[in-house]
């Protein structure tokens, strides 16, 4: 099944046509799908649901449209990609933008108790300086060991975050269902929530839902590529000024 033939002559044709290449067009079964995806659905083939392309490229562009604004300004947005297929994915996008970013378990409180977030990356800031500058000398062997065990556990919790000083503008993730506590932390302080959905989210919830196939590489790929490349272009307006 192929994008709707509505899409053909549209502006959004390419875009809809490297959706469809991506795989981003499919869905799950209808007997995972939530209620408020009804309406982005086209159709079924194989008993799998597909995604109505051209609903998702309307989508697609209104979330890239906002990315652009918050980049236009300077300020930051957390790229946040727990699941397997996203995680390299969205720590790779996140490093070429100079973005904060967490592609392992969402610590509970990263939001909510950001002071005290903070604290744990000073403090793994200050271990790893102290170590690169020979200053845990004065520590036993045993004592530089736990350490180093602790430096290790603080990166993987908090490495991602390093360049996050303030609370962030926008949190973009891979499937909100999967990343249900971090959308729920940025909803309570009102942090805009972009993300790329399956059929089985609530669109309802998140500011600028994007259905689409949130559990293929390719397509996980692709809207991240998407929304890199929307703040990159909102970036060249501050290094005009």
């Not at 969205?90 to 409180?109: D, E, F, H, Q, T």
Request: proline residues 4%.
């Amino acid at each position: 099944m192929e994008p709707t033939t509505t899409a053909q002559n549209t502006p959004n044709k390419a875009l809809i046509d490297s959706m469809f290449k991506a795989g981003a067009h499919f869905a799950y079964a209808r007997s995972r799908r939530h209620p408020s995806a009804k309406p982005f659905i086209f159709g079924v083939k194989n008993r799998v649901e597909i995604f109505d392309l051209e609903k998702t490229s309307e989508s697609l562009e209104r979330a890239k449209a906002f990315v652009t604004s918050i980049a236009a300004t300077g300020k930051q947005i957390l790229f946040v990609g727990g699941k397997s297929e996203s995680r390299e994915i969205v720590k790779n996008a996140a490093l070429s933008l100079g973005m904060p970013y967490v592609s392992g378990r969402w610590i509970g409180g990263t939001f909510t108790n950001f002071p005290e977030i903070r604290r744990r990356i000073e403090k793994m800031e200050t271990l790893v300086s102290q170590r690169e500058k020979g200053e845990l000398g004065k520590y036993t062997k045993k004592e530089r060991l736990l350490i180093d065990r602790e430096i290790v556990k603080l990166e993987q919790f908090f490495g991602g975050l390093v360049s996050m000083k303030e609370m962030p503008k926008a949190l973009f993730v891979i499937d909100q269902k999967r990343e249900n506590i971090a959308v729920t932390e940025a909803q309570k302080i009102g942090i805009p929530v972009i993300s790329l959905s399956g059929s089985d989210c609530n669109l309802k919830e998140v500011e600028f839902p994007i259905p689409g196939n949130d559990a293929s590489l390719s397509s996980i790929n692709f809207f991240v590529s998407e929304i890199v490349a929307a703040f990159k272009e909102g970036a060249k307006s501050i290094k005009k000024i």
